[in-house]
């Protein structure tokens, strides 16, 4: 018989206690760092180099959708702890030469209570249970081990699972016969409902090796089913959660659990069994479930139908039911409900499944192939007749059920069938008072319309005859301004011209200004000439006749300057001497 070795690892959380005497290696020879190094050995490698968030990111992939989660271990040894015979001898004979000094070396004390300790240590609660925060993982190692074989294994058994119906008392009169080879065993508690594990720690191996031969595979009592799995524990391990205690571990597989009974799946202690869906499951679980489809996704586990099998709503080709009474094949509820559709639409109340030939019975929500009331206790059970003797009795009655089961569903039928005419005359009239009630309301309709559209024409006719208007006006606003822009046109035109002719004007007139200017100073200059001859021909006048005389015998020189070669200026001023003489002349 070849039995495998496991390996227990015990993840607690950063803050949780150490539990107390948990660790042990089949190896005695190596040594507690060793022990460690090979668990932590990938997790090292794993966590190497890594930062604080890189590793809290390693760690929360591993440990995936696992939570932690309380967990009681109690300890349970086969005789309660007592000091050994010798050490209570030596430490009565101690404390009679401690007193003997005392009372030689020193006089007694005064009072009793000086003898006292300053400290007294003291414990509450039971201290064999202790309670830690984690996960407990069970690797399988890949050796096989023969029990014939006299190979190193292990001096520590794990039964998988104990139901909680078992209480500790009972477990231990489980063991009984081998009290007196056990060490301790602990009882583990986890989240895991309705059962426990148990670790037992055997004196030697050979001891280990009777106990799994006389207990594994055996029901824990007479009542229940439950059996007695064991395996061999190669080391138990205590690591923290921040060290990589869930990272995987080389060379060890870790045992998933079943999803029917929630125990460890373990094909060296029983039948492990692996759907088509990738989900495993122990054979005796699986076959316990007494259905075709997977018990976790649900996944139909026979094989496909041919084309010709096919819902006739959806089209799919698997979970399909046909109806025994029309004969329509739909879908089961699992897919798109188009058979339990059906059963609602006609009333159908039987249906088969095409994998199986079970036949489902939708009003009394059950399976009705083959099933008879029971004499005991008048539950349906499955009708199983063997030999020829009941096979007319088996037919007589298969066709007076058929025959009865006919007439009932022809009569529901009928039944069904009036009852949805009726029902259909309701829904008929009651369609035809709400379209008279539409009709009406759409007649009323149609007549405010129209009258709101003539409203609208005639507001239109006005409009429009505004915008006529508008228009009119707009065209005549219009050559008025391109009448006003051709007129600014000219006039822009006509104030250049003048401008032109103004400045010529300027022109001109400063000129003129200029020559009129010369001939008033010429002017003066003449009448300053002729007031200045009258007042000397006045003064000449009043003088005697002898100055009169020497006035007229003299002469005057003027010695003229010489003036620019101007022949205006010139003329003029060489005119004016010859005229000053001539008037002088004129004088005498």
């Known amino acids: 018989m070849s039995v495998s070795l496991v390996v227990i690892r015990l993840e607690l959380a950063d803050q949780s206690l150490m539990p107390q005497g948990f660790q042990y290696c089949a190896d005695e020879e190596m040594s507690e760092d060793d022990m460690r190094e090979k668990a932590l050995g990938s997790a090292k490698t794993a966590l190497g180099g890594k930062t604080e968030l890189e590793k809290a990111a390693i760690l929360h992939q591993h440990i995936g959708s696992r939570a932690m989660s ?43 209570s000086k003898q006292l300790p300053d400290q007294i240590s003291f414990y509450s609660g039971n201290p064999s249970v202790e309670i830690v925060h984690g996960i407990m993982h069970l690797y399988k190692t890949n050796k096989m081990t023969s029990l014939t074989e006299d190979v190193r294994r292990s001096a520590m058994l794990c039964v998988l699972t104990v139901p909680t119906t078992m209480t500790s008392h009972d477990l231990m009169k489980f063991v009984a016969p081998f009290n007196d080879v056990m060490e301790h065993m602990k009882i583990i508690r986890d989240s895991t409902p309705n059962q426990y594990m ?29 059996v007695c799995q064991l395996v061999y524990v190669e080391r138990a391990e205590v690591i923290k959660s921040e060290e990589g205690a869930s990272l ?47 018990p976790v996704c649900r996944y139909c586990q026979t094989p496909e139908p041919v084309e010709e099998n096919k819902c006739f709503e959806c089209g799919v080709q698997e979970n399909l039911w046909i109806c025994l009474i029309c004969g329509h094949i739909g879908c089961g509820r699992y897919v798109s409900r188009h058979a339990y559709k059906h059963f609602e639409e006609t009333q159908h109340t039987y249906a088969m499944q095409l994998t199986n030939h079970r036949v489902w019975d939708y009003a009394g929500d059950n399976y009705v192939h083959r099933l008879v009331a029971s004499k005991t206790d008048g539950k349906m059970v499955q009708y199983e007749c063997e030999g020829d003797s009941c096979q007319d009795e088996k037919i007589d009655a298969l066709q007076l059920e058929y025959s009865y089961l006919l007439t009932s569903q022809l009569e529901s039928q009928r039944i069904y069938w009036e009852n949805k005419i009726v029902h259909l005359e309701k829904e008929t009239a009651e369609e035809i008072n709400n379209m008279k009630a539409k009709f009406k309301e759409t007649i009323e309709k149609c007549d405010n319309l129209e009258l709101r559209l003539n409203e609208l024409t005639k507001e239109k006719q006005s409009m429009e005859k505004k915008c006529t208007q508008l228009t009119s006006k707009v065209t005549k606003l219009g050559q008025e301004l391109r009448e006003e822009q051709e007129m600014n046109r000219c006039l822009r035109a006509n104030q250049v011209q003048l401008q032109t002719q103004l400045q010529d004007e300027e022109r001109r007139g400063q000129e003129t200004t200029s020559q009129k200017e010369v001939q008033i100073a010429e002017l003066q200059e003449q009448l300053r000439d002729i007031m200045f001859y009258l007042e000397t021909q006045q003064q000449i006048n009043q003088m005697p006749a002898d100055a009169r005389q020497e006035i007229q015998e003299g002469q005057i020189n003027i010695a003229s300057a010489p003036a620019p070669p101007q022949p205006g200026p010139s003329a003029a001023g060489s005119g004016k001497p010859g005229g000053r003489k001539g008037r002088a002349k004129r004088g005498k």
């Not at 055997?202 to 009542?223: E, K, L, M, P, V």
Request: hydrophobic share 30%.
């Open 198 to 226: 148990v670790l037992i720690k055997f004196s030697t191996q050979a001891d280990a090796d009777s106990f799994y031969t006389a207990c594994n595979g055996r029901q824990f009592n007479s009542i229940e089913d439950a």
């Open 248 to 294: 995987p571990v080389m060379d060890l597989t870790e045992l998933p659990k079943c999803t029917v009974c929630l125990e460890r799946m373990d094909e060296s202690v029983n039948g492990v069994l692996t759907t088509l869906c990738n989900h495993s499951f122990h054979s005796q679980c699986l076959q316990r479930w007494e259905d075709a489809s997977c």
């Open 70 to 112: 309380d967990m009681v271990i109690e300890t349970l040894t086969s005789s309660p702890d007592a000091p050994d015979e010798k050490e209570t001898d030596q430490s009565t004979d101690d404390g009679d030469s401690s007193m003997k000094e005392q009372t030689d070396g020193a006089p007694a004390p005064d009072s009793p």
